[in-house]
């Protein structure tokens, strides 16, 4: 006789229970025992009192060891990278215990610097923009929508439609959204327009977290950075008073990436873009107007503050050395370019807005970190003026030529023509010399402006650059690829190799010569 009676279904919930039964039974007893620990105060560490040893002899009896982790930033939850090196100390903290030392690790949380404030502030400029509830419109959703990253195909490559930036962060563009991650509420995530509650909120999580690991550590030490915490505030302001008696560090300018919203320096951590950028020194050369060309002049004269000042078309470089060699100089003809007043009050420079901006920061502008702008002209009109190149073989001025590459982001937007040593520069001046009236120039601003030697090289002798470009059959200033590849060989050639043939430092090596 058969059953058609189906089998009793299964518990699911029993089920699930019985394959985490040891690990529950685990969890238990691992939070019984820190519960004990922390009732205890098992890891709290205090001096020793013990009458019956002198205070020399004191730690021979009592051995000490402290240890301590480098402060977390508190910009958001403890990550899988602090708990490695975490576990680092916390091994080195049980292991002294039990060699019967006094182990002490303390707790910091770091809350100094930009990134608590940049984040702050980005849910602020958020919450203007899309409200409480964070609304954001149908075409920025669409926009977001193509940040998407392709899932690799079976046995394919992991490509993404973007950046690697937009992999990064999860197509998440907003602060906002990367805290709805997290599981926030809309109106807990407005609470952190303010900076404070940062503070607030993440400590206790990390202290939480820390406490489930087991790690040994004194939580009656435990303090946030700056002037949150009296005592340490104090004791940095201590250790810099004590370094400045000693003439360990003084106060002064120095080089760094500097926030102008802000009003200080914006080192690594701090920013919330761009990490890893340093600063890039270039060598300005300012090259004083002779003669302008004539939709230059038009411009020039149409700006009665320049009247009876020197005008300096002023070029960034990274390679001073070559100076000696320039034939010309190039503006980007499409660029817009201003008159800015220098802090010398006889002296106007022709650069970019964005260059006069950098340089104002660097007391090159009348007024610290503020520019003066006395007009504007466009690079096409600037085509065909004469200026005096300093160190330059020819002593009677060379001429502003159109490059196409010119950028306004990188230097000044006025770049060095030295086409004895760099395949950009030679390229594009054999172009202007073969097709002058294609890039609408006069031949005589070209004509007798021949390559001068600067620099011999063992592998490309006095000319590295005409060379390199017969080597790698350069034909124009549109090979970009082949430019690229023949500018590196060429700047690692004339650096390492190199020797100077003309000028102040002639017979040195370009290592020495350059930092001179």
Not at 371 to 394: E, F, M, R
Request: hydrophobic share 40%; aromatic share 10%; proline share 5%.
């Amino acid at each position: 006789m058969t059953s058609n009676a189906k089998p009793a279904a299964v518990d699911l919930a029993a089920e699930e229970s019985r394959k985490t039964a040891k690990r529950d039974a685990l969890m238990a007893i691992e939070k019984q025992w820190q519960g004990d620990w922390e009732h205890r105060g098992v890891f709290e560490v205090d001096m020793p009192s013990d009458d019956s040893v002198a205070p020399e002899d004191l730690h021979d009896k009592h051995p000490k060891w402290m240890g301590t982790f480098p402060f977390p930033y508190m910009n958001g939850v403890l990550h899988l990278g602090h708990a490695f090196s975490v576990s680092k100390i916390e091994f080195a903290a049980g292991w002294e215990r039990l060699q019967g030392k006094r182990a002490l690790f303390p707790f910091g949380f770091h809350v100094t610097g930009m990134p608590i404030k940049a984040a702050a502030d980005k849910i602020a400029r958020e919450l203007e923009m899309f409200g409480p509830e964070f609304a954001v419109p149908e075409e920025l959703e669409t926009q977001l929508s193509e940040l998407s990253v392709d899932a690799p195909k079976a046995g394919g490559t992991f490509r993404g439609k973007k950046t690697k930036v937009a992999a990064k962060t999860g197509n998440k563009k907003y602060q906002f959204q990367i805290m709805q991650d997290q599981g926030m509420s809309n109106a807990e995530i407005a609470k952190f327009a303010h900076a404070e509650h940062w503070l607030e909120h993440y400590p206790p999580i990390a202290i939480s977290d820390l406490k489930a690991m087991g790690c040994k550590i004194d939580w009656r030490r435990a303090f946030l950075t700056t002037d949150h915490n009296p005592y340490y505030d104090s004791f940095a302001q201590w250790q810099f008073n004590r370094l400045r008696e000693m003439d360990k560090i003084k106060f002064g300018k120095r080089y760094t990436i500097w926030s102008a919203k802000d009003g200080q320096p914006c080192m690594d951590h701090d920013r919330q873009s761009g990490e890893g950028v340093g600063a890039q020194e270039y060598t300005c050369i300012k090259m004083q107007v002779l003669n302008w060309s004539e939709a230059a002049q038009a411009v020039a004269g149409s700006i009665p503050e320049l009247k009876g000042k020197k005008v300096f078309m002023v070029a960034a470089t990274l390679r001073p050395e070559t100076m000696y060699g320039q034939t010309n100089c190039f503006v980007g003809t499409k660029l817009t370019y201003g008159f800015f007043q220098s802090s010398k009050m006889d002296e106007v420079y022709v650069i970019t807005e964005r260059a006069a901006r950098n340089m104002a920061f660097q007391g090159l502008s009348p007024v610290n970190g503020h520019v003066v702008q006395l007009g504007t002209i466009s690079g096409q009109d600037i085509v065909g003026t004469k200026v005096n190149a300093p160190l330059s073989h020819y002593t009677d001025g060379v001429f502003m030529l159109p490059m196409d590459n010119v950028l306004a982001t990188k230097g000044t937007g006025v770049v060095t023509s030295v086409p004895s040593d760099s395949p950009d520069d030679f390229a594009t001046l054999r172009d202007l010399k073969k097709k002058a009236d294609y890039y609408g120039i006069q031949p005589e601003w070209v004509a007798g402006f021949e390559p001068v030697p600067v620099i011999s090289t063992p592998a490309y002798g006095e000319m590295t650059a005409p060379a390199l470009c017969e080597e790698l059959k350069i034909n124009s200033q549109k090979d970009r690829d082949q430019l690229a590849a023949a500018k590196d060989i060429a700047y690692k050639e004339g650096f390492y190799n190199g020797v100077m043939t003309v000028g102040e430092f002639q017979g040195q090596t370009v290592q020495e010569a350059k930092p001179r």
